[in-house]
């Protein structure tokens, strides 16, 4: 007997709309304030950072907002996306949960990113700037913006947490090869390691400074989790030709909150599924945070989010999951955190590698760290549904594959990891 364990879609089932959960969140969003006045921001506020089609999207209360055409066409180059039973991982576990993931992975860049760095390129492009500047931690963001500006003919600069700048040095080599620029943050003091915060603050800075020049930004805000979307539209799409309703569970890592919202935001109607983000007990921001107004960057440049958030001066230790070391979370997570609408769980990074390590030996392929935090949750939902003996539908994001974090394999491997 044979059995089929992977679903696609054809090109043509990319969504058309993106879906917006605001209408559906149990609680209003409260709006972003100004730093200095500390006054809901306007549209003309943030116009000098984003083109007004994002701002528009940042706000918009429209249950759906039609993706571009132009949009479409890049996304189709690789989406939609497989969705994977991990039957492999399940026979390992001895577990009566079916457990399937959404391989983002397949992505140019090798992660979800790359889902709204084409559309934020895209309107820029349209509005006629000619430059974006962005930050990125491990280098996935930005790699995905420097890719997306290559395919829309913009500029890219980038301000890399040096740290990363100076031990990872595959994904810089990425942004240079799609023809972005990229520079170690923070760029007034080299003796320092570099923080997202600090990171977020050189790009706004640049932005502000220079009229050609819009700020981009990979996660937390409203419209870049909306972009995410196609995530879960599409897994809705490829479970039911897999046979299933609803799953019982969605999972996802948690950094400022975009793959979690990706997959898990279409399912927030759905009232019986439970939604679960995945953080490092290192950067335990929804499960050890407190939920207040506070800056997204380290210099207090950027609008006040409500979310949860460890302090804008929080510099987390250098785990290897880059991607998961920001101090705050996505308002829209917050919120359904706040309402008791999503769990959240915190693991060391010591059991998420074990996670990662299971998952490549079982299914094969290497996740990339911060994706491993949600196999380990998911492994961990899988061996309660055997505890209690319950058949249960486990659905999590594949988030990024790993190749590019193999030096952190290695240190697992050889014992040297931080657990
Ligand atoms: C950036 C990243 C994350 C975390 O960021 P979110 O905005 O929370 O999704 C997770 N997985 C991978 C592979 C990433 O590159």
């Known amino acids: 007997m044979s059995t089929i364990d992977r679903w696609t879609l054809p090109a043509d089932r990319v969504p058309e709309a993106w879906f917006n959960v605001v209408p559906h969140l149990p609680a209003p969003l409260q709006p972003p304030l100004h730093p200095a006045t500390r006054q809901p921001v306007g549209p003309d506020d943030l116009a000098p950072l984003f083109p007004m089609a994002l701002i528009g999207q940042e706000v918009t209360a429209e249950p759906w907002v039609d993706v571009p055409g132009e949009v479409l066409d890049v996304l189709r180059t690789w989406r939609p996306t497989p969705l994977v039973r991990a039957r492999r991982l399940e026979q390992a576990l001895g577990t009566p949960a079916r457990i399937y993931f959404k391989d983002e992975s397949v ?11 084409v559309p934020q390129a895209f309107y820029n492009k349209q509005e006629g700037v000619t430059r974006l500047a962005t930050e990125t931690g491990a280098g996935q963001w930005g790699s995905a913006l420097s890719l997306a500006c290559a395919l829309f003919d913009l500029e890219c600069k980038v301000y890399m947490v040096r740290s990363s700048y100076e031990h990872k040095p595959y994904r810089r080599v990425m942004i240079e090869t799609w023809g972005g620029s990229v520079v170690p943050s923070p760029v007034d003091d080299p003796a320092h390691p570099g923080s997202l915060g600090n990171a977020i ?101 950027t609008p006040l989010l409500a979310m949860y958030t460890l302090g804008h001066d929080f ?43 299971q998952f490549a030996r079982t299914q094969g392929s290497i996740p990339a760290p911060e994706t491993a935090h949600a196999i380990r949750a998911a492994v961990d939902e899988a061996l309660l549904a055997k505890e209690e003996g319950a058949e249960r539908v486990i659905l999590f994001s594949y988030s990024g594959h790993g190749l590019l974090d193999l030096a952190a394999y290695d240190d697992y491997l050889n014992d040297r990891l931080d657990r």
């Open 107 to 117: 992505s140019p860049a090798g992660s979800h990113k790359p889902n709204t760095a």
């Open 201 to 301: 603050s050189d790009a706004v800075r640049d932005a502000a400074q220079r009229a050609d020049t819009h700020y981009a930004l990979g996660s937390v805000l409203n419209h870049v989790l909306l972009h995410q979307t196609v995530i879960g539209l599409e897994a809705k799409e490829q479970l039911a030709l897999a046979g299933e309703d609803l799953p019982d569970v969605v999972i996802g890592s948690c950094g400022g909150g975009s793959n979690l919202a990706g997959i898990a935001l279409p399912f927030v109607p759905d009232a019986g599924v439970r939604l679960m983000a995945v953080e490092p007990s290192s950067c335990p921001t929804l499960t050890s945070g407190r939920f207040d107004y506070d800056f997204g960057d380290t210099a207090g440049m």
């Open 315 to 357: 510099v987390p230790p250098p785990i290897h999951a880059g991607g998961l070391r920001y101090h705050g979370d996505a308002p829209i997570v917050s919120n359904l955190v706040q309402a008791g609408r999503m769990e959240a769980v915190a693991y060391p990074q010591g059991k998420v590698f074990e996670a990662a390590v």
